[in-house]
């Protein structure tokens, strides 16, 4: 059995994988204010922990939240036997056994390079008396245990199947989509917007943006990440689409409205940086929200609704400059923004480079499922497994045409994301 989930947070659990209060997820913010005052000791603490981890660490990333819950709820951790992520959770009540993979224990934060725990940021965030609260670290192809009686007769599969340690989702994404190579680009276009670039050594540049995410084999994954994607298309239609709700045609009508209004969506521009939580890329700025720019009395739904569609691809293009890729690597699009001819072609058009969509879905679930079956040895390693599943797929190649109404139309998005941002 192959296990992925999202990373970090915080699942608080007994000797018996039971939690001891309700589990944390990575978007939880509490402990801000134990940052802040971490900060105001030592200005440059975001700066040195991106020097070990190589990533911009969140509110909800795992031992930041530790420490909160050290100070806040003390009794709930003096009875803790372990602290450990969605899937290392799930993977505990499976086969009895915690542990932790290499890709979550390196964005703790973690060391980056080592592609493991960092002793040096578990002592910054005053963990090291509470390191036995840390289950052992595995790599995400070795068996982690067999499934026990007791989930065998939950689950209906077989008692004693052999469960590996797992992945976090980003990162068997990367697999599941053929990723796992130096130089592939693999972008996710879902509810958030990430794209990364596989390297076979840890880059920590630009400094002090993105995530560097450590895939099997001594690989990694450097991305960036624009928290809101196919949100601001969902949005938007919950706004000016009232009238196409429930309808099985929905998506279609939308796509021809927006596909009806001219490259540059008639002057009006989208921002999408529609998540609560602002954004950690192009530039870190959690007060950075959404916004129209340039309507008149003269725009309609069907130019909103393109405008929110060419903003998406714009700031995809952002974060992919920011990772300076291999000139001519095709872009492989996952999520459920690739079911979108549309978007894809736009997003090959202002990219300038060919996106393919690869064949299948829950690429997630199939990187599970590769580093399942490397562990039985079905393949010689992650990496073969992963390359097994490369290629093929719909490719959109761009076509130069409309290119001065497409650099006209990403002029006026730069100067108002600028504004927005208040770097311009």
């Not at 239609?237 to 009806?260: F, K, N, Q, Y």
């Amino acid at each position: 059995m192959g296990v992925a989930g999202a990373m970090v947070g915080a699942w608080v659990v007994d000797e018996h994988g039971n939690t001891l209060r309700p589990g944390i997820n990575w978007e939880d913010s509490r402990s801000q204010a134990l940052i802040d005052e971490m900060t105001a000791v030592r200005p440059d603490l975001m700066s040195d922990i991106f020097a070990v981890s190589g990533s911009v660490m969140q509110q909800g990333c795992t031992l930041p939240v530790m420490a909160e819950l050290l100070r806040s709820e003390p009794e709930v951790m003096a009875r803790a036997h372990a602290v450990v992520g969605y899937k290392d959770w799930l993977r505990m009540r499976l086969t009895g056994v915690a542990a932790t993979d290499t890709s979550e224990a390196a964005v703790a934060p973690g060391d980056a390079r080592a592609q493991a725990r960092s002793g040096r940021l578990m002592r910054l965030f005053g963990l090291e008396d509470h390191a036995y609260l840390f289950p052992k670290v595995i790599a995400s192809e070795e068996i982690a245990g067999q499934l026990t009686d007791a989930a065998a007769r939950a689950t209906g599969l077989p008692e004693g199947l052999p469960v590996v340690a797992g992945a976090g989702d980003v990162i068997a994404n990367v697999i599941g989509a053929g990723g796992l190579r130096p130089g592939a680009i693999t972008a996710i276009l879902g509810t958030t917007c990430m794209v990364g670039v596989c390297h076979d050594a840890p880059v920590f540049e630009p400094a002090g943006l993105g995530l560097l995410f450590s895939l099997p084999e001594r690989y990694w994954y450097r991305a960036m990440v624009n928290v809101a994607g196919t949100s601001n298309l969902d949005w938007v239609i919950s706004i000016a689409c009232t009238d196409l709700a429930g309808r099985d045609d929905l998506l279609d009508r939308v796509t021809h409205m927006a596909a009806s209004v001219p490259v540059g969506a008639q002057g009006a521009t989208y921002i999408p940086y529609l998540s609560e939580s602002g954004i950690i890329a192009p530039v870190i700025d959690a007060g950075a929200r959404a916004q129209f720019s340039g309507l008149t009395p003269a725009h309609g739904r069907e130019a909103l609704l393109r405008a929110v569609y060419e903003g998406v691809a714009f700031s995809i293009v952002d974060l992919l400059e920011l990772l300076a890729p291999p000139p001519g690597a095709p872009l492989v699009l996952t999520g459920g923004g690739g079911k979108s001819p549309l978007w894809c072609a736009m997003i090959a058009e202002v990219a300038g480079r060919t996106v393919v969509v690869p064949e299948g879905r829950e690429f997630g679930a199939r990187g599970a499922a590769l580093l399942a079956a490397t562990a039985l040895g079905h393949f010689p390693s992650v990496a073969e497994a992963s390359a097994s599943v490369a290629g093929g797929g719909r490719a959109f190649s761009p076509s130069g045409r409309d290119a001065s109404a497409w650099a006209a139309a990403r002029g006026r998005y730069a100067q108002a994301r600028d504004r927005a941002l208040g770097t311009g």
